[in-house]
């Protein structure tokens, strides 16, 4: 019998914009754990920075990560939480994905990995992924709290992140090379960033 099971990644985030060091991750994520494919899931509504900022419009978002991750065999971007109605959970994400041959595998950076048990039904997250935790500068030493089986990836520091991004662009200040060039002509041509 065969029982191979379908190694599936799943790498969530705002991406507003996705930069340089989420290309990177998904790519060493491919690589270090033999995954089959790879997706990428853009947040419809991220209820953990509602309010704390506006956030480019999800059908924008979902344009950009397309972009990005364009160069990356077997990344498939996709819209799952972007057209689901209200509030998303990675642990509805999870559940939707979990087929059986799929073993599923949850990409977290260490800063978001160590609040994992404020997740909502963090505890069924456990039992449906492996976590994986890849090292955000500043966090490297975060892991997930007790209870979560979780693997490491080895990646190099990349101090790139969305909100300095989106700060060099209000500020005038290039991006190039921080953010591949179709993602860069995206931010250009709707404008996004510029103070209001
Ligand atoms: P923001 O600055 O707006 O918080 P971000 O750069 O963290 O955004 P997200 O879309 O929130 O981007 O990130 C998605 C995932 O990518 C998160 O798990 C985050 O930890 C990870 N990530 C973002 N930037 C890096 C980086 N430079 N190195 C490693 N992981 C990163």
Known sequence: MDSYRRR???FGGTFDPPHVAHVHVAAAAIHQLALDQLLVIPAG????????RTISPPSTRLRMAVAAFEM???????DLEITREGDTYTVDTLGALGEAG???FLLLGSDAAAGLDT??????????????????????????????????????GLEVSSSDLRRRVAHGEPISGLVPPLVEAIIRSEGLFLPS
């Not at 990356?72 to 996709?78: G, N, P, R, T």
């Not at 039904?121 to 979560?148: H, K, M």
């Open 102 to 104: 799929t073993e599923l």
């Open 45 to 52: 509504q991220p209820w953990q920075k509602v309010g704390s």
């Open 72 to 78: 990356v065999d077997k990344v498939l971007v996709s």
């Open 8 to 10: 599936v990644g799943v």
């Open 119 to 156: 997740w909502d039904r963090s505890d069924q997250i456990a039992e449906l992924a492996t976590i994986v935790v890849f090292p955000r500068r500043g966090f490297e030493t975060a892991a997930p709290p007790n209870g979560f089986a979780w693997t490491g990836l080895e990646l190099p």
